[in-house]
């Protein structure tokens, strides 16, 4: 009886026969699922399009450049590329029984340039050139021959289509007599198909100075691409000096990823040269002017500081380019690598501004630098890799390396190398120091205003400036190294 009533109660729940309350549920009930469904879809979307825009969001920070990306970014270079190959015109070697040899003078990269221009003048007399003596009596007293700090065989068998080189003059020649010729400055062409009447008398030609041989401008388009091939791709450094070099450019990345490269030209000899004192104590002037008087190739004894200040012709001082660093949005924590020799003083008026300044020294071991010593122009030479590959690069005085190395930079994608207005900035130092000027945002808007055109972008080579006549005008050209454009840099379809 149990059993019957369990099943007639399942039977009768199952089919139609119970009470409707039981079964079908009401209206309000029905009512309000359909209202929480509601809700919950209206909650559900408003959530997941959040977390889709936070997703987009994310997505678009991402791709654009943040604040500091945009001090890194190199300048925009328009499709630009270097084009370093013969014009069809250009004829084969020619060859002949004719010598040049040559003795380089400066520091590295003034005899780089000068060893660039020795190559083309070789080619347009003719000639063989015999590798190059290096200088010797300079004010670094370096005793590095050519191979020391060059890949002397890449060297002359890259060349070897366009000028004939050798390593020694041939033994039979070492005693006929030489015409000892010092090349104008700033000569074209046809100056040099003039001095090709030498060879009439002369088998062998020396020349004691191979800095500013050649014009900037006004020279054939293939002339102008050899010395670019000379230079950047023919002058290549001794494998030891390339090894280290990229090996301390690793080194820097890994301390922090990007870095500048600071050229700072506040070293003892650069201030005792232009006689620049302003920030030095009356000993430390005192001690550069003695330096300048007893240096006899520098001819200028006499200097007004302060009027070479003024003029723009002094390097920053370290306060300054800390100063100059901050204006422009430098973090303190940027990485600044000092690509010069000793600084002189003041260093601490960079380093409380910017406490990550690298020097080699700090970043190769001393058994590294240990076959360096005693050797100034290979140690440029590391200076020179490291400057070359830097995310920016700042030369705080416009001499041989400075000049170098921009025109470099620009020949392999215009990087970004930021050259001060040292005019401009007196003015805005001299403001700081009076008064007149705070740090800041005011300070901030005046440096990056002044520099905006000044960051390695692409623009053709300057011309003298209007007023220089003469042969003054040809030294107050833009150096065709420090900016190749247009002859090595253009918007051909095939790259070089």
Not at 14 to 41: A, E, M, N
Not at 253 to 265: A, V
Not at 290 to 310: A, F, M
Not at 461 to 474: F, L, S, T
């Amino acid at each position: 009886m149990r059993n019957k009533r369990r099943s007639d109660s399942m039977v009768s729940s199952r089919g139609g026969g119970g009470s409707s309350s039981l079964c079908k549920p009401s209206f309000s009930t029905i009512l309000r699922f359909f209202i929480v469904l509601i809700l919950f879809i209206f909650i559900f979307n408003f959530y997941s399009r959040g977390i889709l825009e936070d997703e987009q969001n994310l997505n678009v920070s991402q791709q654009l450049p943040q604040p500091h990306d945009k001090l890194w970014e190199a300048p925009f270079s328009d499709g630009l590329h270097s084009c370093l190959n013969p014009t069809s015109k250009y004829q084969a070697l020619q060859g002949g029984d004719h010598y040049i040899t040559v003795r380089s003078n400066g520091g590295l990269n003034q005899m780089r340039t000068g060893i660039a221009d020795m190559v083309a003048v070789s080619r347009m007399m003719n000639a063989t050139l015999v590798i190059p003596e290096l200088d010797k009596r300079s004010f670094w007293q370096d005793k590095s021959i050519f191979s020391d700090i060059f890949d002397e065989d890449h060297f002359i068998n890259s060349l070897k289509r366009d000028v004939r080189i050798i390593k020694k003059l041939p033994q039979e020649l070492d005693s006929v007599p030489r015409a000892r010729k010092h090349f104008t400055s700033w000569g074209g062409l046809g100056y040099y198909e003039e001095m090709t009447k030498l060879w009439a008398d002369y088998q062998v030609i020396h020349v004691p100075k191979s800095d500013s041989r050649l014009a900037n401008n006004d020279l054939p388009l293939d002339i102008q691409r050899l010395r670019c091939r000379a230079l950047y791709h023919a002058l290549r450094f001794s494998p030891s000096i390339e090894t280290l070099g990229k090996k301390l450019v690793e080194r820097l990345r890994s301390r922090g990823g990007r870095y500048i490269s600071l050229h700072l030209r506040y070293e003892k000899d650069m201030l005792a040269f232009s006689g620049c004192t302003y920030g030095l104590s009356d000993s430390e002037s005192e001690e550069l002017r003695l330096l300048r008087e007893n240096t006899n190739h520098w001819k200028v004894k006499k200097i007004n500081s302060t009027e070479q200040r003024i003029a723009g012709l002094c390097p920053l001082t370290p306060k300054e380019v800390g100063i100059f660093l901050q204006a422009l949005g430098y973090p303190p924590s940027t990485i600044v690598y000092v690509a010069a020799g000793e600084i002189y003083a003041h260093l601490s008026d960079l380093t409380s501004r910017f406490p990550n300044v690298l020097f080699k020294e700090l970043i190769a071991t001393e058994e590294e630098l240990k076959a360096y010593s005693n050797h100034a122009s290979q140690t440029a030479a590391l200076d020179y890799i490291i400057s070359l590959e830097s995310d920016v690069f700042i030369p705080t005085h416009s001499g041989n390396m400075a000049r170098a190395v921009e025109g470099h930079r620009r020949l392999l994608g215009h990087r970004k190398t930021i050259t001060p207005d040292r005019k401009g900035l007196v003015e805005i130092f001299d403001k700081l120091e009076s008064g007149q000027l705070n740090e800041g945002a005011s300070l901030q808007h005046l440096v990056k205003h002044l520099h905006q055109k000044r960051q390695g972008a692409p623009r053709k080579r300057e011309g003298a400036p209007d007023g220089i006549r003469g042969r003054a005008r040809y030294k107050a050209e833009e150096s065709f190294y420090q900016n190749p454009y247009p002859e090595c840099i253009c918007r051909s379809k095939h790259r070089t």
